[in-house]
């Protein structure tokens, strides 16, 4: 069992690895920073409780009540309508306020065991949540890459026209 937190200072995020620097360096780096300014807010998954984590450590995973087994950050964004799908952008003015999935990352040892599709849903449903007090048309993603961008359109992201990597789910 996982459950979703928000990320503090206890949580171990020199020992987390997705296999993609730049995202292991934001999250030991720079996602607390952010978070205690305001900026973004990171969810990080952990073990829900101590027969879970019990199991992995036999199973021969290197996990502690502290590690990060994913995590996702949001933060709010503003977006030219035309950086938008063309079958979604002529639903909305020029410009409109979007929820951005900055980061999300699962540990290179626990990929494709669901926990990418865990985050993404936690993500979806927490930016629909907000929208609900703050407006928020949908979320935004850039991809890193095109299997990162094809991850996204499993979940109903569509990519815009002409930036593959740049994908949008509407939220309303
Ligand atoms: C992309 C990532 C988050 C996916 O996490 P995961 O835990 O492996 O994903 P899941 O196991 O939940 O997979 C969910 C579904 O997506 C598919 N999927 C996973 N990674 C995929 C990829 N790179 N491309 C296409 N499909 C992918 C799986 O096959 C699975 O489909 P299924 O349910 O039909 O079997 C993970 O591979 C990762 O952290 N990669 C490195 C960092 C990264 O690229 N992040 C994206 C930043 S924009």
Same mark, same amino acid.
């Given at each position: ?10 949580? %171990?995020? !020199? ?11 934001? +999250?030991? @780096?720079?996602?607390? @920073? ?5 900026? =973004? ?7 829900? %409780?101590?027969?879970? /984590?019990? =199991? ?19 933060? *709010? ?5 035309? #950086? +938008? ?15 951005? /999935? ?6 290179? %040892? ?11 849903? #936690? ?12 407006? *928020?048309?949908?979320?935004?993603? #850039?991809?890193? !890459?095109? #299997?990162?961008?094809?991850?996204? @359109? ?8 002409? @930036?593959?990597?740049?994908?949008? /789910?509407?939220?309303?």
């Amino acid at each position: 069992m996982i459950k979703l937190e928000p990320l503090t200072g206890r949580h %171990d995020r !020199n020992g987390f690895d997705c296999g993609v620097e730049v995202l292991n360096v934001w +999250l030991k @780096q720079t996602a607390l @920073q952010h978070q205690s300014k305001g900026i =973004s807010r990171t969810f990080a998954a952990v073990p829900a %409780d101590e027969s879970t /984590l019990r =199991s992995w450590v036999q199973s021969g995973y290197r996990v502690h009540a502290n590690s990060i087994l994913g995590f996702y950050a949001l933060t *709010s964004a503003f977006v030219l309508t035309e #950086d +938008l799908p063309a079958q979604q952008a002529k639903r909305y003015p020029r410009q409109i306020p979007v929820t951005r /999935l900055g980061r999300l990352a699962t540990r290179s %040892d626990m990929q494709g065991q669901g926990l990418g599709q865990l985050l993404l849903t #936690d993500a979806v449903n927490r930016a629909r949540m907000a929208a609900q007090a703050v407006g *928020s048309a949908g979320l935004f993603v #850039d991809a890193k !890459n095109a #299997d990162a961008a094809r991850f996204y @359109q499993r979940y109903g992201f569509t990519a815009s026209a002409d @930036q593959a990597l740049t994908l949008f /789910l509407p939220l309303w």
